[in-house]
């Protein structure tokens, strides 16, 4: 299946290459049928080279990144690491599952991959999963905006046939089924017993769903070239136990990682107006083009990123 050459330097590259296709029935709660998922929507939603030849304008790119790096850290289990089954019970691993179940069940819809049935969980768990066939209700609407994604990108053109701008509709499209999957999560992690997951950690989680409404505004980009180029060092590279697990981390790691946190802990109106005006400075394509640093100039104001401010500010006033 066609991929950038580059994957071959990352760690994504193995379960690329190596995880079985899917046959018979989907299971998500082995590692790697989430992945093979993952892999066969990105191959089939480039068609007539959309995504370019190796498909590396896909914005599909970016939820498996995340999944790996999920993988990675241990947070989708105890055990995933080792015999590559994810725990009903993970909170990353639940919300992983609106980003990767929902859509291909989206996907399904559209005739983009196959009707396999989606395996019930292997134990009770406090999160709501495809069970018998049905889609909890709260995940329904995800399935519809997936959908949608899906039958828009399936009948697309060439993206360079009418310059690359044209690949936003695409990311509109996919943040939106992204954002009603995600509020899915935020809604069952709210009051959720962290045990027995670091306190900490679960906080991080419901910050950085908080930091994801932010991307989806911006429409924020997900394809190969974008997420290898600023998407790789900015999440920990191991599970957040204590305030000195994030002093350890690496500068720019660590500068994400307390933003995050510090989201998190945001009054619920203060968050909510503070997006609310995230929102209207991207409203413009312009404005959208400009997001990283933007963004920065939100979340790390400093003197160097004055002009950025005074930006962001002609953005929000503009009529």
């Known amino acids: 299946m066609a991929h950038p050459d580059e994957l071959a330097d990352l760690d994504l590259y193995r379960v690329w290459t190596t995880a079985a296709d899917l046959e018979g029935v989907f299971d998500p709660f082995r590692f790697e049928q989430r992945m093979a998922a993952y892999r066969l929507m990105i ?7 959309r995504f370019g030849a190796d498909n590396r304008h896909n914005p ?9 790096w999920q993988f990675r850290t241990g947070r989708l289990g105890a055990g995933a690491q080792r015999d590559g089954l994810i725990d009903p019970d993970s909170p990353w691993g639940y ?6 179940v929902i859509p291909w069940l989206g996907a399904v819809a559209a005739g983009v991959v196959p009707a396999l049935p989606v395996a019930d969980p292997p134990a009770g768990s406090r999160f709501r999963y495809v069970t018998g066939g049905v889609v909890p209700a709260e995940l329904v609407a995800a399935v519809a905006d ?4 899906f039958t828009l ?3 697309s053109g060439p993206a360079d046939a009418v310059g690359a701008a044209d690949a936003e509709p695409a990311r509109l499209a996919l943040w939106k089924a992204h954002k009603t ?5 935020v809604d069952a992690i709210a009051d959720l017993d962290a045990a027995p997951w670091p306190a900490l950690e679960i906080t991080f989680l419901r910050g950085w769903c908080r930091m994801v409404d932010y991307l989806w505004a911006a429409a924020w980009p997900t394809d190969f070239a974008f997420m290898t180029a600023h998407g790789l060092d900015v999440l920990p590279e191991s599970l957040l136990t204590t305030p000195e697990d994030v002093d350890a981390l690496p500068a720019k790691t660590r500068g994400n990682v307390v933003n995050v946190l510090r989201l998190a802990t945001t009054p619920r109106w203060r968050y909510h107006l503070n997006l609310v005006l995230w929102k209207r400075v991207m409203r413009t394509r312009e404005a959208r083009d400009q997001v990283l640093p933007l ?14 401010r005074r930006r962001l500010l002609g ?3 503009r009529p």
Do not use: C, I, K
């Open 43 to 49: 191959g089939n939603t480039n068609p007539a080279d």
């Open 60 to 68: 599909l790119w970016g939820l498996m990144f995340q999944h790996q």
């Open 95 to 100: 919300g992983n599952y609106t980003l990767s």
């Open 146 to 149: 997936w959908r949608a994604y």
């Open 153 to 155: 990108v399936a009948g």
């Open 181 to 185: 999957s995600l509020d899915v999560v």
């Open 295 to 308: 963004l920065d100039a939100v979340f790390n104001p400093r003197p160097d990123n004055a002009a950025e």
């Open 315 to 317: 953005h929000l006033l």
